[in-house]
């Protein structure tokens, strides 16, 4: 075994996350990491150093190991991004906790996201897709599919799933998108303040009039109950929204422009009915919108012949794990009609993905249809002229013109 | 094949509905249930896939 300290940073120990260059590729860095070792050694912004989990194995058994923790109210949690710096003690209800605090907040949410919940849903996300398909013919081409198409379908069912008004659908996307994509702490924090200020009302007036959509259920059932207080209520709407805009957006955006580039898969998609569900799970596979997790260890652990020691920064490549050559035959070639079992584009463990099954049904409606009404559709732009997110960010065009 | 089910653990995901629907469905909580009548597994081979590809080992298979 090799005896190595993470506390002494290795003076070679190449920079994380860096940024995508073709958007649905890892970095060209990230590709020599792969190799003999499921984990490598990577430095953080802020000059700490960190564990980077690449093995497909070996991150799906840590991401459901509790002895790596998610509880970003710790003080010397990892920071990856500049914007979240500072955040310490504030306490992200499902994704910023563990158990059995997490386990706790997810019991309450599961039902809403269960797979015969979501398939009842499908008719509604069809009318939605059709009708956005439908604008999107009369005004092009050339269309931004980013803003005409991949954000609207998302943001408009997770509305309508929170009971949030749509109406109010400009206002809380550019606050989310700041949220996210901000670059300082300051900026990230203001946009947070607004977004927390306008779920604060929001709860208060469904306290008032209740209406029919998760949040009313969560208010009926836990808030009268006793089970949640208005600040946890109001957090946990802030999470679903912004979980439900910020990931799904990038799957359809980035989705399209993969296969989009790969017309040959196009024909696979459209083949049945049934071609589609295992295209978007190998989407899911070979785009990683989510490109990693971030985790710290809470005790000693044994990973690849190496010793994470507690209070390690543990980030683990959703990227790499889902090009593991071990878990997956030709792992860079993107191949519509694979099986793409195990993929972990939803991440593993007790934090898996809330709204997976969600996501899901908006992908195989959202591209599925996308192919089949517009069959020629193309980017009308060189890809090396797709604007893309930074590398810290969920991956995925910016603007995404288009023509047919 | 024997089944076993830890509702507990269970994070309602739904992995092992969509790798073997005829032998694992949801409730009305959206947590893991055995299609009644399907508790064995009915020969079906994909269920074998069914503990690994649950996020949280709330799935265990053995074979009889």
Redesign the interface.
Same mark, same amino acid.
């Given at each position: 075994m090799t005896e190595t300290d993470i506390s002494r940073p290795a003076p070679s120990a190449p920079p994380f996350p860096q940024d995508r260059t073709c958007p649905y590729q890892p970095p060209e860095a990230y590709t020599r990491w792969r190799g003999d070792r499921p984990l490598t050694r990577v430095t953080l912004f802020d000059g700490r150093p960190a564990w980077l989990i690449t093995g497909h194995a070996e991150g799906r058994a840590l991401?459901?190991d509790p002895r790596l923790s998610s509880d970003w109210g710790h003080p010397v949690f990892p920071v990856v991004v500049r914007r979240t710096e500072g955040r310490g003690g504030l306490a992200f209800p499902l994704i910023g906790v563990d158990d059995p605090l997490h386990a706790r907040q997810?019991r309450m949410l599961?039902?809403?996201?269960?797979?015969?919940?979501m398939n009842a849903i499908r008719p509604r996300l069809q009318d939605l897709v059709d009708r956005l398909l439908d604008d999107m013919l009369a005004n092009g081409p050339v269309v931004d599919l980013v803003s005409a198409f991949a954000l609207p379908v998302p943001s408009m069912a997770i509305c309508e799933l929170l009971g949030v008004p749509y109406g109010d659908h400009d206002f809380f996307e550019e606050c989310s998108r700041d949220f996210v994509g901000a670059a300082t702490s300051g900026e990230a924090d203001a946009a947070f303040a607004q977004l927390y200020t306008y779920l604060h009302g929001l709860v208060a007036k469904k306290q008032a009039e209740p209406g029919d959509g998760l949040l009313d259920e969560l208010i009926a059932r836990q808030l009268e109950e006793g089970g949640l207080d208005h600040d946890e209520v109001v957090m946990i709407a802030l999470v679903l929204l912004v979980a439900g805009h910020e990931t799904t957006v990038n799957a359809i955006a980035l989705g399209a422009l993969t296969l989009m580039q790969h017309p040959e898969q196009i024909d696979v998609l459209l083949s049945d009915p049934d071609a589609v569900p295992r295209a978007v799970e190998e989407l899911l596979r070979f785009t990683s919108v989510s490109d990693y997790l971030v985790r710290m260890a809470t005790e000693e652990i044994e990973v690849g012949g190496e010793t994470v020691r507690a209070g390690d920064a543990v980030l683990v490549s959703i990227t790499l794990m889902n090009r593991d050559a071990t878990a997956y035959q030709d792992p860079d070639v993107f191949d519509a009609r694979r099986n793409a079992? =195990?993929h972990v584009g939803?991440? =593993?463990?007790?934090h898996?993905?809330?709204g997976?099954?969600l996501a899901r049904a908006e992908l195989e409606i959202a591209l599925g249809s996308l192919f089949a009404r517009i069959p020629g559709l193309r980017p009308a732009v060189p890809l090396d002229q797709v604007p893309i997110k930074a590398g810290h960010d969920a991956q995925g065009p910016i603007e995404l013109p288009v023509t047919w | 094949m024997r089944i076993t089910i830890d509702r507990d653990r269970c994070?309602?995901?739904?992995q092992c509905?969509?790798?073997a629907p005829g032998v694992f469905t949801?409730d009305?909580?959206? &947590?893991v249930a055995l299609v009644p009548g399907q508790e064995d597994g009915a020969g079906d081979p994909r269920v074998r896939?069914v503990p &690994?590809?649950c996020?949280?080992?709330a799935v265990t298979v053995t074979e009889d």
């Open positions: 991401l459901a997810r599961i039902p809403s996201f269960g797979v015969k919940r079992r =195990h939803f991440g =593993h463990g007790i898996q993905c809330l997976q099954n | 994070i309602g995901s739904g509905v969509m790798t949801q009305d909580d959206a &947590l896939d &690994l590809a996020p949280v080992q």
